[in-house]
């Protein structure tokens, strides 16, 4: 893989949400010094465009930040729920929440299972969505146009969630789990998209004669 490569991975995975901007940044600077792309790592295990040094390591670091990422969006897409004055969008709004709130559990509890201890924090990025998504003042159109920026393309954001499980060789609870998980956003983000559209319509038809 050369370094090219594991950059777009990185960028991919930074612009669907799935690692945060420090992490981002700290893994763009490994990959800087050349540490990935030399594959000088101490044959250590590769995800996400860092060595780490087992696989274990590279799950818990993964479902750590999972585990917080999918909590906050639970609480995001509930307020979202409660505040919304459209009808047709109340629902699939509510079943995202519990998608992103049983994600949230089973990684939490996976983590303890591997006897990993929960480091990561909320981004400030997905920090200022759940602050938004629960602002009752902000009209349901925006909000989903701010979704949509933000995952343009809903199978790219999941294809280093599915390298990421196809990598991982020995844990196979987990590596089941991520599957399943990608195939959850999968469907969350496709339905967010098409809300997009039937909510602005033109910005609905531009996606779609862009594609
Ligand atoms: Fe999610």
């Not at 992490?23 to 995800?47: S, T």
């Not at 995952?151 to 991982?168: N, T, W």
């Amino acid at each position: 893989m050369n370094r090219d490569f594991l950059f777009r991975q990185l960028l991919r995975a930074y612009r669907s949400g799935i690692i945060s901007e420090e992490l981002f940044e700290a893994e763009v600077g490994e990959l800087e010094r050349g540490r990935a792309a030399n594959g000088d790592g101490g044959g250590g295990f590769r995800a996400f465009g860092k060595v780490y040094r087992s696989e274990r390591d590279a799950i818990v670091s993964f479902i750590d930040k999972a585990r917080v990422a999918e909590g906050n969006a639970a609480e995001a897409f509930a307020a979202w729920a409660s505040v919304t004055p459209t009808d047709c969008i109340r629902s699939g709004l509510k079943m995202i929440a519990e998608r992103e709130g049983y994600h949230s559990r089973i990684f939490a509890n996976r983590l303890m299972e591997l006897g990993g201890e929960g480091h990561a924090q909320v981004s400030e990025e997905s920090r200022q969505f759940a602050a938004c998504a629960a602002d009752p003042s902000m009209p349901d159109n925006e909000k989903l146009l701010r979704v949509a920026s933000s995952i343009p393309d809903p199978e790219a954001a999941i294809r280093p969630i599915l390298e990421f499980a196809e990598s991982i060789k020995d844990d196979l609870e987990t590596k089941e789990a991520l599957r399943l998980f990608a195939e959850d956003e999968l469907s969350s983000t496709r339905w967010l998209l098409y809300a997009c559209g039937a909510l602005n319509p033109a910005a609905g038809a531009e996606a779609s004669s862009a594609r």
